[in-house]
């Protein structure tokens, strides 16, 4: 069966291009999210996010009445649901949101419909929503109890997009896809084929889930040994950089780059859901992941010391007096994305801690969060003339092409920036 309304919970990363994509398709989509602003946003042909090219798809299929953006839950044929799968300490899965997804899609579900969990999950989530959506809905039948013959069809799809390159992947990028049957994969496989022109590789959906928890684990172990790497040099008083690109002319190895920490709504937070289901066995993972949280601590260290330094030799300076410069406040280059970044992070300690106000360089954000707010947001060429400590956090493009930081000044690259 060919659907025609598609209806998407969650407008936000991953959401609103997909919901954009599938509209450029010629499909009549409905985007859902709960902040009315966004809606109002969207709906006026705009974009919340930095995205390269979402605003100009969103503009087109919003004037061509393909998407249309509302805070309530409409009938469609088909529901994809990405909505956040944040962790509560100490880093237990937190499924709030797909719940409440699940429960406000569930009043509207009729026969033959499809529901798609694109929210990164922990193995068995795709099965709890399935059984949040039967209880709500007594009079259909789901796949725990009817198998093939279900009246609604289920199933996990996870995104597997870069930030600042998501409409490309979205069509380029294989998927994979994990029904709760055969039928239920069949017909997500079908609808992801509108646009998808990598290959739709069909699991079950608890390999799903766990395929794409793989993939960040994977990723963040490598990270882990960069960043274990770059700690290790500094006492040795050698370029972790340069190291790591001579180490990767050998045929056979290929090391990641460090920066400040791991960030982001994926890594960051993936292989924790690993960890709580297996915490005796995943050993190397919940020690990547320590590694890679210790590592903004590790940075603030660094930056104390130089104030420590400054201060010693620049008697007519006070802690108070000190000017330090944070150049880059996202999880990684080029984007606005701030979610689990170690740089904000990083950031908000040194405020803290220090007591001084910070000039904040972050060129893809118009206004700081709130808890920052007593700080300067700035660009790097007022940070430059008026800070003596520099603290390189994100290799941002607007700081690739910076002037060459005068030798009086103290920097601390934990992003790469001078490695350029």
Not at 96 to 104: D, G
């Amino acid at each position: 069966m060919s659907v025609e309304q598609i209806c998407v919970i969650g407008l936000g990363y991953i959401g609103l291009p997909t919901a954009a994509i599938f509209a450029s398709r010629k499909k009549q989509v409905i985007g859902v999210d709960i902040n009315p602003h966004t809606v109002d946003i969207i709906n006026r042909g705009a974009v919340h996010i930095v995205e390269p090219e979402l605003e100009q798809l969103v503009h087109a299929v919003i004037t061509q009445g393909y998407l249309r953006a509302t805070t309530t839950v409409e009938p469609a044929q088909a529901f994809l649901i990405a909505v956040p799968t944040p962790f509560k300490d100490p880093h237990e899965p937190d499924l709030s949101y797909i719940r409440a997804a699940a429960e406000a899609l569930a009043p509207v579900l009729k026969k033959r419909d499809l529901v798609i969990l694109e929210s990164t999950s922990p193995v068995g989530t795709t099965e709890r929503m399935a059984q949040w959506l039967a209880r709500a809905r007594p009079d259909l039948s789901f796949p725990a109890t009817h198998g093939e013959a279900s009246d609604i069809r289920v199933a996990h799809c996870p995104e597997r997009v870069l930030p600042g390159h998501v409409l490309r992947e979205l069509v380029s990028n294989d998927r994979i896809i994990g029904g709760l049957t055969p039928a239920c994969s069949a017909a997500a496989a079908q609808l992801y084929q509108t646009f998808v022109e990598g290959q739709c590789l069909v699991t079950d959906a608890r390999t799903a889930e766990m395929c794409k928890l793989t993939e960040n684990s994977f990723r963040d172990v490598n990270i882990a040994f960069a960043n274990e790497l770059s700690m290790i040099c500094a006492p040795l008083k050698i370029n972790p950089w340069e190291l790591i690109r001579l180490a990767n002319h050998h045929p056979r190895v290929n090391i990641l780059q460090p920066g400040p920490g791991v960030g982001g709504h994926c890594i960051a937070v993936d292989p924790w859901f690993i960890v709580s289901q297996a915490p005796e066995l995943a050993r190397l993972i919940r020690t990547a992941r320590e590694v890679n949280d210790y590592k903004p601590q590790w940075v603030i260290q660094q930056v104390k010391l130089a104030l420590a330094t400054l201060l010693l030799k620049r008697t007519d300076l006070s802690a108070g007096s000190v000017q330090i410069a944070c150049y880059g406040l996202a999880f990684k280059a080029d984007i606005d994305d701030l979610r689990e970044s170690p740089a904000l992070c990083i950031a908000r300690q040194l405020g803290q801690e220090l007591g001084v106000r910070l000039l904040l360089v972050e060129p893809n954000i118009e206004a700081l969060p709130a808890d920052l707010s007593m700080h300067a947001l700035t660009d790097a060429a007022d940070a430059l003339e008026r800070a003596q400590i520099h603290v390189l956090l994100v290799r941002h493009r607007e700081f690739m092409s910076m002037p060459a930081l005068r030798d009086d000044l103290l920097v601390i690259d934990a992003g790469g920036v001078l490695a350029a």
